[in-house]
């Protein structure tokens, strides 16, 4: 019997979501649909803002209107993401008695969770990434945070179980410290798994341009999150004195739970923008990843990020450096963008909600192809974010370009810093795995598109001697 087996959190239904869904059981048309929703034992909390019985709720109302046959299973979550699959199929027998199984045989598996369709795929499942085009679960609480309409982005179902449960006000409590709190924290409203492992997959990039610029003695991470350059930071530097700095609670947890090799590192909660080091006394601190962080959550000021220099400046040593990694601004000019269908899919998204207010641009058609005609900045804030869906929400608010290199330069220099490297890169993992083939760049020839161009450097590093 052929089964198909969604399987997610649950917390909204979208209506791009519902016809999405609605679509995909059309076209496989199933014997049988099993909903498994996860987090069985989370109620309330940011990744789970509402209870099982509320999740249930909405997937019942959609399986009831939409499928021919459907059962709904919970499944708690477990420690080790290695069983999760088999803790899933144990999960289903127990709850049906020994009357209902899946197995690899019979059931696809369909989500729009990269990890999820891969740990099928590794227990020999058909698994189908299945992206929606249009509205997320996830941009439903993002809607009620921002202050629009999230009624216009809900299915009917969600709509009724909100207003009856009084969810928004509920979300708006969970979430109330997205913003910069009154202590300083970062909070990120980021799905934290998702985030650190993209993190971490970058780490030993991070550490080509970071080390070969570090002096000895004082370190400090600014913004070390899950602390993972710490570690390298102590097994290459065992006498320095390393101190990692965070924001997020949900980082520093993990930071300070980690195993740092030569017990020289120490975790501390503190906005990075601030001083905290007497003056003159640090050697090296590391910004990797950070500045667009402090310049986004500042409500977009570039003067948050002068504090952060000037106080760093401050704090160290003469002769210390500072050391920055980020994204980086592309000097301004006007291109023309041709995208596949997704990627098309996609930019009418992020022009609408980058940074809540979106940015306009022009639609043209060439040679019976259609293009987007618009600013060398908005296009690169757009392909840098483009592929982190399961963050789309918290993406969407920052802006990676602060300064462009020249910039940046002039800014060191502004508060008393001497520069010693300043270079911008093309990550070529980045074009092969999410440019090539999905977006390509043209000149502005008159109102044409004129030579193809490269796409433009995603990263930054940043040198300067205090």
């Given at each position: 019997m052929e089964t198909l087996l969604l399987v997610g959190r649950w917390n909204a239904i979208t209506r791009d979501q519902e016809n999405t869904l609605r679509r995909t059981l059309q076209d496989y048309a199933p014997a049988r649909t099993f909903f498994v929703i996860t987090g069985a034992?989370?109620?309330?909390?940011?990744?789970?803002?509402?209870t099982p019985d509320e999740r249930q709720e909405l997937v019942k109302s959609f399986a009831t209107k939409h499928c021919r046959y459907h059962e709904i299973f919970r499944v708690t979550d477990v420690a080790d993401p290695s069983t999760w699959v088999a803790h899933v199929q144990d999960s289903i027998v127990k709850a049906s008695q020994g009357r209902t199984r899946i197995d690899p045989g019979d059931t696809t598996l369909v989500s729009g969770n990269l990890e999820v369709v891969k740990a099928f795929e590794d227990a020999l499942y058909t698994a189908i990434f299945q992206e929606i085009l249009g509205s997320a679960p996830s941009d439903v609480a993002g809607a009620i945070l921002a202050c629009r309409s999230w009624r216009a982005?809900?299915?009917?179902?969600?709509?009724?179980?909100?207003?009856a449960k009084g969810i928004e006000a509920r979300v708006r409590k969970i979430y109330s410290d997205i913003e910069l709190t009154e202590d300083g924290?970062?909070?990120h409203n980021r799905e934290f798994v998702v985030y650190v492992r993209g993190m971490d997959a970058s780490l030993k990039q991070k550490v080509e341009d970071i080390f070969p610029h570090l002096r000895p003695g004082l370190i400090v991470d600014k913004g070390c999150g899950s602390g993972s350059m710490l570690i390298e930071l102590s097994l290459k530097y065992p006498t320095s004195r390393i101190y990692g700095m965070e924001l997020s609670r949900e980082l520093l947890r993990l930071a300070d739970g980690r195993h740092y090799p030569n017990q020289n590192v120490t975790i501390v909660k503190g906005n990075v923008a601030q001083p905290h080091f007497p003056p003159g006394t640090v050697d090296t601190a590391i910004f990797s990843s950070v500045m667009h962080e402090i310049y986004s959550y500042a409500r977009y000021s570039r003067d948050a990020v002068r504090l952060a220099l000037g106080n760093t400046r401050m704090e160290l040593k003469r002769g210390g450096v500072v050391i920055i990694r980020d994204g980086v601004k592309p000097p301004p000019r006007r291109m023309w963008m041709r995208c596949d269908g997704t990627t098309e899919a996609r930019f009418r998204r992020f022009a609408k909600e980058f940074k809540e207010t979106g940015f306009k641009f022009e639609e043209r058609e060439y040679l019976k192809r259609l293009f987007f005609v618009l600013g060398s900045?908005?296009?690169?804030?757009?392909?840098?974010?483009?592929?982190?869906?399961e963050n789309w929400s918290a993406e969407v608010?920052?802006?990676?370009?602060?300064?462009?290199?020249?910039?940046?330069?002039?800014?060191l220099e502004a508060v008393g810093f001497k520069p010693l490297v300043a270079r911008s890169y093309l990550n070529p993992w980045i074009v092969e795995n999410r440019y090539k083939n999905r977006a390509w760049l043209y000149a502005d020839a008159v109102d044409v598109p004129?030579?193809?161009?490269?796409?433009?450097?995603?990263n930054l590093v940043l040198v300067a001697e205090g």
């Amino acid at each position: 019997m052929e089964t198909l087996l969604l399987v997610g959190r649950w917390n909204a239904i979208t209506r791009d979501q519902e016809n999405t869904l609605r679509r995909t059981l059309q076209d496989y048309a199933p014997a049988r649909t099993f909903f498994v929703i996860t987090g069985a034992d989370q109620s309330q909390t940011r990744r789970y803002p509402l209870t099982p019985d509320e999740r249930q709720e909405l997937v019942k109302s959609f399986a009831t209107k939409h499928c021919r046959y459907h059962e709904i299973f919970r499944v708690t979550d477990v420690a080790d993401p290695s069983t999760w699959v088999a803790h899933v199929q144990d999960s289903i027998v127990k709850a049906s008695q020994g009357r209902t199984r899946i197995d690899p045989g019979d059931t696809t598996l369909v989500s729009g969770n990269l990890e999820v369709v891969k740990a099928f795929e590794d227990a020999l499942y058909t698994a189908i990434f299945q992206e929606i085009l249009g509205s997320a679960p996830s941009d439903v609480a993002g809607a009620i945070l921002a202050c629009r309409s999230w009624r216009a982005i809900a299915n009917d179902a969600t709509t009724r179980l909100y207003e009856a449960k009084g969810i928004e006000a509920r979300v708006r409590k969970i979430y109330s410290d997205i913003e910069l709190t009154e202590d300083g924290e970062l909070s990120h409203n980021r799905e934290f798994v998702v985030y650190v492992r993209g993190m971490d997959a970058s780490l030993k990039q991070k550490v080509e341009d970071i080390f070969p610029h570090l002096r000895p003695g004082l370190i400090v991470d600014k913004g070390c999150g899950s602390g993972s350059m710490l570690i390298e930071l102590s097994l290459k530097y065992p006498t320095s004195r390393i101190y990692g700095m965070e924001l997020s609670r949900e980082l520093l947890r993990l930071a300070d739970g980690r195993h740092y090799p030569n017990q020289n590192v120490t975790i501390v909660k503190g906005n990075v923008a601030q001083p905290h080091f007497p003056p003159g006394t640090v050697d090296t601190a590391i910004f990797s990843s950070v500045m667009h962080e402090i310049y986004s959550y500042a409500r977009y000021s570039r003067d948050a990020v002068r504090l952060a220099l000037g106080n760093t400046r401050m704090e160290l040593k003469r002769g210390g450096v500072v050391i920055i990694r980020d994204g980086v601004k592309p000097p301004p000019r006007r291109m023309w963008m041709r995208c596949d269908g997704t990627t098309e899919a996609r930019f009418r998204r992020f022009a609408k909600e980058f940074k809540e207010t979106g940015f306009k641009f022009e639609e043209r058609e060439y040679l019976k192809r259609l293009f987007f005609v618009l600013g060398s900045h908005e296009i690169n804030e757009f392909l840098t974010k483009k592929d982190y869906l399961e963050n789309w929400s918290a993406e969407v608010r920052e802006e990676f370009g602060v300064w462009t290199l020249e910039e940046w330069k002039k800014e060191l220099e502004a508060v008393g810093f001497k520069p010693l490297v300043a270079r911008s890169y093309l990550n070529p993992w980045i074009v092969e795995n999410r440019y090539k083939n999905r977006a390509w760049l043209y000149a502005d020839a008159v109102d044409v598109p004129g030579d193809e161009l490269p796409y433009p450097d995603t990263n930054l590093v940043l040198v300067a001697e205090g």
